[in-house]
């Protein structure tokens, strides 16, 4: 086999095409990568040297790496397209029962969204609404729980605490606490209990699910912004924003970190609260913005 000017340059522009047309990355892709550079070394200095036959085993090798490169890189790209889970409307958001002091904005996307781990931690934002109805009592309740499955059925987890003032709050579930179940989507609630005993409760669904590429690109990564970035690509929601929210929490500055995390927000959800009154997308990232997550360390477990 003849090699010519036009051979090398194309094999040059496929390797440039090959490593930026894939997203994901696994080791098996980024050894065929090796292996392509490696033959399109030897066939440049080949060039230079003014050897131009070879047999045709080199540029065999060379096409097979390719393929090879394919179809790993083909297992390892992300197997969802979206965030949510697909869960029906009807059984999204909180169930109305009258006009509320308080709104739960949980912060999640509006149809479920993947986990990667045993017990992330959850975000719900607490909002009071500017009414006349007032008391000298500053505590609120929280009852905090987590459903075996996305139905109304029974709690394997339930913390209750309570909170000095509204805000973002992040729910950091106990080591205690049982995993999610890996594979089942499961509902979890939160319900603000006010100075008058009224409940003004809001859910979401989560899904754990295990993915050994996701683990092992995360476990590669040292920065909590590449993490949150890989999380983002494989479509884990609760992971990327909880990620995104850590990192910033070290480096406020950083406002391309700060429009990630909006984009991940907007993209997923509308920002709902009980009897349709909502806070919208771009005020609830305002309200965001302007604090860290105030933590709900659940420290025992309760189940009912």
């Known amino acids: 086999m003849r090699l010519t000017c036009s051979n090398l340059l194309i094999c040059r522009l496929l390797l440039s095409a090959y490593t930026f047309s894939y997203g994901a990355r696994s080791s098996g892709f980024e050894l065929a990568v090796k292996i392509m550079r490696l033959l399109i070394d030897i066939l440049d200095l080949a060039w230079r040297r003014k050897i131009t036959r070879f047999s045709g085993t080199l540029f065999s090798l060379l096409f097979l790496s390719v393929i090879y490169g394919n179809v790993l890189a083909a297992i390892a790209k992300?197997?969802?397209?979206?965030?949510?889970?697909?869960?029906?409307?009807k059984f999204i958001g909180?169930?109305?029962?009258?006009?509320?002091?308080?709104?739960?904005?949980?912060?999640?996307?509006?149809?479920?969204?993947?986990?990667?781990?045993?017990?992330?931690?959850?975000?719900?934002y607490v909002y009071k609404?500017?009414?006349?109805?007032?008391?000298?009592?500053?505590?609120?309740?929280?009852?905090?729980?987590?459903?075996?499955?996305?139905?109304?059925?029974?709690?394997?987890?339930?913390?209750?605490?309570?909170?000095?003032?509204?805000?973002?709050?992040?729910?950091?579930?106990?080591?205690?606490?049982?995993?999610l179940l890996n594979g089942k989507i499961q509902r979890w609630s939160m319900a603000v209990i006010d100075e008058w005993g009224?409940?003004?409760?809001?859910?979401?669904?989560?899904?754990?699910?295990?993915n050994l590429d996701l683990e092992r690109e995360v476990k590669g990564e040292n920065m909590l912004l590449g993490k949150a970035r890989i999380y983002a690509k494989y479509f884990y929601w609760y992971d990327a924003f909880d990620a995104y929210n850590q990192w910033l929490e070290v480096n406020p500055t950083d406002q391309i970190a700060r429009r990630e995390r909006a984009k991940l927000?907007?993209?997923?959800?509308?920002?709902?609260?009980?009897?349709?009154?909502y806070i919208s997308s771009a005020k609830l990232l305002e309200l965001i913005d302007a604090k860290s997550a105030k933590p709900i360390a659940f420290t025992q477990k309760k189940q009912m």
């Open 129 to 179: 609404y500017q009414n006349l109805r007032t008391s000298s009592k500053s505590n609120l309740g929280i009852d905090f729980r987590i459903k075996e499955s996305q139905s109304f059925s029974r709690s394997v987890f339930r913390g209750q605490e309570t909170i000095a003032e509204v805000g973002l709050y992040k729910m950091i579930l106990p080591v205690a606490n049982p995993a």
């Open 198 to 210: 009224e409940i003004y409760p809001a859910y979401a669904y989560i899904q754990r699910e295990s």
């Open 78 to 89: 992300p197997k969802h397209t979206r965030y949510g889970l697909g869960i029906d409307q």
């Open 94 to 124: 909180g169930v109305p029962h009258s006009i509320p002091n308080y709104c739960i904005s949980i912060i999640a996307p509006d149809d479920g969204g993947r986990t990667s781990s045993e017990r992330p931690n959850l975000y719900a």
């Open 265 to 277: 927000l907007q993209e997923s959800r509308r920002s709902q609260c009980i009897n349709y009154r």
